[in-house]
Nanobody, 127 residues
Framework: QVQLVESGGGLVQAGGSLRLSCAASGRTFSNYAMGWFRQAPGKDREFIAAISSSARGTYYADSVKGRFTISRDNAKNTVWLQMNSLKPEDTAVYYC????????????????????WGQGTQVTVSS
């Protein structure tokens, strides 16, 4: 089992920034590729960003490319999502997820590829 706890969400004005954190526990963090997803009210869950277990590979959704940055520190069992130039359409509950992998540069962008999920953190961007 892997437990994931997100933090760092909140209310921010358009154009502002937030940094989300996801703390992992329970298993060897460096064996997991990590991802961030979001879900807005009335919409399907959406892939945002992914990072390989070694941090050598990253992948972003077109909607956030150039504005969001995913990173991780395996020594701290933590993955982050730095969100800049936020827009009202970024408003959603943000989830981190972990996928067991043996490929250190593999990134995963489909939610059914992930094994564990956090409880989510709300991000609200006002116009």
């Amino acid at each position: 089992q892997v437990q994931l706890v997100e933090s760092g969400g909140g209310l921010v004005q358009a154009g502002g920034s937030l940094r989300l954190s996801c703390a992992a526990s329970g298993r060897t963090f460096s064996n997991y590729a990590m991802g961030w997803f979001r879900q807005a009210p009335g919409k399907d869950r959406e892939f945002i960003a992914a990072i390989s277990s070694s941090a050598r590979g990253t992948y972003y959704a077109d909607s956030v490319k150039g504005r969001f940055t995913i990173s991780r520190d395996n020594a701290k069992n933590t993955v982050w999502l730095q969100m800049n130039s936020l827009k009202p359409e970024d408003t959603a509950v943000y989830y981190c997820a972990a996928a067991r992998t043996t490929y250190t540069i593999s990134v995963k962008h489909k939610d059914d590829e992930y094994d564990y999920w956090g409880q989510g953190t709300q991000v609200t961007v006002s116009s």
